[in-house]
């Protein structure tokens, strides 16, 4: 393997390159997955410096577990998972979901939000980033990432009731945030 330059690598070339550590590799496989990467982080996280920190503590993972990836999957699926997962233990360690009974699980509307189907991606990521940490994370694992209740519940160590709970707090609030947005619109 000798690359030189700005030249497509290809993956096989850039996992076997980075296990060997090499860091040109490193680089090219940093260089091509980190926007796609610095999204997802960006989705979990408040703020731009969270999203950062995350994607360089993903990246540290990805490195050191890259002789476990079995190719059984896509390459960039398995780097989402390690993503996803960082960004989950990121916010485990500072966040506080209160448990919900099933009462009060019950009281909970889960409505249907139209209005977020008009926003531009940009928009709802914005919009998105204003929710609490764990409203944002049930939000995201369930609605983007497509882990059912019982799987959130597991990751986060909190009961299905509270992840359902959360995810339908955090659909209103964002359906109320696009209704006052559109209101306001000219």
Not at 69 to 86: A, C, D, K, L
Not at 169 to 184: D, S
Request: glycine share 6%; charged share 25%.
């Amino acid at each position: 393997m000798n690359y030189t330059g700005n030249q497509n690598i290809p993956e096989t070339d850039l996992i076997q390159g980075c296990i060997e550590g090499i860091p040109k590799m490193q680089d090219a496989l940093y260089r091509q997955y980190s926007p796609k990467m610095y999204a997802v982080c960006l989705r979990y996280s408040g703020h731009v410096e969270d999203a950062q920190d995350i994607l360089q503590e993903g990246f540290i993972k990805v490195f050191r577990n890259l002789a476990r990836f079995r190719s059984e999957g896509s390459f960039e699926g398995w780097m989402r998972r390690i993503f996803v997962n960082t960004a989950i233990e990121h916010y485990r360690k500072s966040i506080n979901l209160y448990p919900v009974s099933e009462s009060q699980e019950n009281k909970v509307e889960d409505k249907e939000w139209t209005a977020f189907d008009k926003l531009a991606a940009k928009d709802l990521i914005k919009l998105i980033q204003t929710l609490s940490p764990g409203y944002r994370t049930v939000f995201n694992l369930y609605v983007v990432e497509g882990y059912t209740h019982r799987e959130i519940a597991t990751m986060m160590g909190i009961s299905e009731g509270t992840s359902k709970s959360q995810l339908a707090r955090a659909k209103a609030i964002l359906q109320n945030l696009v209704i006052k947005q559109k209101n306001q619109a000219p």
